[in-house]
């Protein structure tokens, strides 16, 4: 059997990495000079490297290890799959147990009449298959015209085709010609950043309403849908104002417009509950997921509909699916995953343990003269750096150069947190216990003092 455990020295898998190795969101040359990091291993909340320095994880892998790493049951669960049924798809006619099983337990833990489901390989893919099936929807519906979806800038809904066209970040869509046709866009519900002088109640209620312009500016008989993240995740942990939910959802009800929530970060209990539309009050006809559904320890994602919108796709052959749909491994591992997320009780520590004590602790960060506002929901957090607390400024300096510093202190103190612009971010496992809370608050105040000390040096402070 090979083996990568007895690896090579640390430099040598460097020099492999940046000879052949391209990585997402980076800049090679960069990279390539200074060396990536080389991860090996993991335990709970605990990243090991290849020079053996322990690191605490505080974005969970990309927001999606909400067990936590090293769980050796879905190890088991996936060699058993693997070794009883490795591959079979569920076109033409055919299903299989993992995967029908899988659909159960969705059907059951999804709000409302969400109980119908289709596979995908990840959060991207999801939203494409969104994409095609709104549309299919409307024409099922005598109605083809009805193609355009709308969408928030500075969202993130993936890296495909479909999902960069559907997500609102400007820098993806500058590479590749995107958005394709039939996007449109409103602004996001960010109080800190664009709220101007309005309370967070009135902006969000504004927020909310372009889209109501939106719709009368396409024409309500050409939209299809709405999609957003019950709380943005990969555009800075933005929290909307308690307005802006209830009255999208008004709007899209009057309209008759289709609601897809973008569960991909704030699904299976990263908000507190199992779904972020529970603790945002949301009612979508369609929720799109991914990491959390395996803990990422296979990838998989899926739709999942309501009963009236099934039904009218059930009444046309949808000409769309991967070979992966409903991989019966990943299928099987995500069941092993929904399980232990539910009896060994990881949604409720969540509920009575860990986000309560991350609040407190995450909140008293904002005494720290770098710290303009600290906002959580659940387990997932984020602080805005600012020069002035008073008046929400914005660095001199070109955005995200403040928090670039702070997240390599972070990675110089061992811990992970992501800069968002000059937001720092975090997403940890949901298992993490308060002691390792304690740690990652600890680390991430060091960071912030040693980035304060830096940029006051540097004269940007
Ligand atoms: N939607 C959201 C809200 C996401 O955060 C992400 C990934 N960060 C995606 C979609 C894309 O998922 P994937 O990377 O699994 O394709």
Redesign the pocket.
């Known amino acids: 059997m090979t083996t990568l455990a007895n690896h090579l020295p640390t430099a040598e898998l460097q020099a492999l990495d940046a000879a052949h190795h391209l990585h997402p969101f980076t800049k090679g040359d960069e990279l390539n000079e200074k060396g990536a990091r080389v991860i090996t291993g993991a335990k709970g909340v605990w990243l090991r490297d290849s020079e053996g320095t322990e690191i605490l994880d505080g974005m969970a892998g ?2 999606c290890v909400n067990i936590g790493y090293g769980r050796e049951e879905l190890a088991e669960v996936a060699a058993r799959q693997m070794k009883e049924l490795p591959y079979y798809n569920t076109f033409f006619q055919t299903t299989h147990v993992p995967a029908l099983m899988l659909a159960k337990k969705l059907a059951e833990l999804a709000p409302g009449d969400l109980n119908h489901v289709f596979f995908a390989n ?4 999801a ?1 494409d298959t969104n994409i095609r099936l709104v549309r299919t929807y409307w024409a099922e519906k005598g109605q083809p015209e009805r193609d355009v979806i709308i969408s928030r800038w500075n969202a ?5 085709i479909g ?1 960069t066209s559907l997500g609102g970040m400007k820098g993806m869509h500058g590479q590749g010609s995107l958005p394709i046709p039939g996007i449109e866009f409103i602004d996001q519900p960010h109080w800190w950043a664009e709220g101007g002088d309005m309370t967070p109640e009135e902006f969000g209620l504004e927020r909310a309403r372009q889209l109501e312009e939106k719709i009368k500016e396409v024409g309500p008989e050409k939209v299809a849908a709405f999609i957003g ?1 019950p709380i943005q ?2 555009g800075g942990v933005v929290v909307p104002p308690s307005t802006y939910w209830p009255e999208i959802q008004r709007i899209c009800k009057k309209y008759d417009i289709l609601l897809i929530a ?1 569960e ?2 704030c699904g299976f209990g990263r908000t507190g509950n199992w779904f972020g539309s529970q603790t945002l009050g949301i009612e979508p006809d369609i929720m ?1 997921v ?2 959390g559904l395996s803990s990422g320890y296979a990838p998989i ?1 899926a739709s999942i509909i309501s009963d009236k919108v099934a039904k009218v796709l059930d009444g046309t052959e949808f000409n769309h699916g991967y070979t992966y749909s409903g991989h019966p491994v990943a299928c099987a591992v995500a069941l092993e995953n929904l399980r232990i997320l539910e009896e060994d009780g990881v949604i409720k520590h969540v509920q009575n343990v860990a986000a309560p004590h991350l609040k407190e602790k995450w909140e008293a960060l904002a005494d720290h003269p770098l710290v303009g506002e600290a906002k959580i929901v659940g387990m997932m957090a984020s602080i805005a750096l600012t020069p002035d607390k008073a008046t929400r400024a914005e660095f001199a300096t070109d955005a995200g150069t403040v928090g670039y510093i702070c997240r390599e202190r972070c990675f110089a103190n061992n811990v992970i947190m992501r800069h968002v612009g000059d937001r720092m971010i975090i997403s940890p496992p949901l298992t993490i216990t308060p002691e390792e809370i304690d740690i990652l608050i600890e680390r991430a105040r060091k960071s912030l003092d040693e980035c304060l000390e830096q940029i006051r040096s540097d004269g940007m402070f």
């Open positions: 990309l927001w990840g959060g991207s893919d939203n993130y809904h993936g890296s495909t999902g993240e995740g990969a973008d991909v970060i799109t991914a990491k994602g």
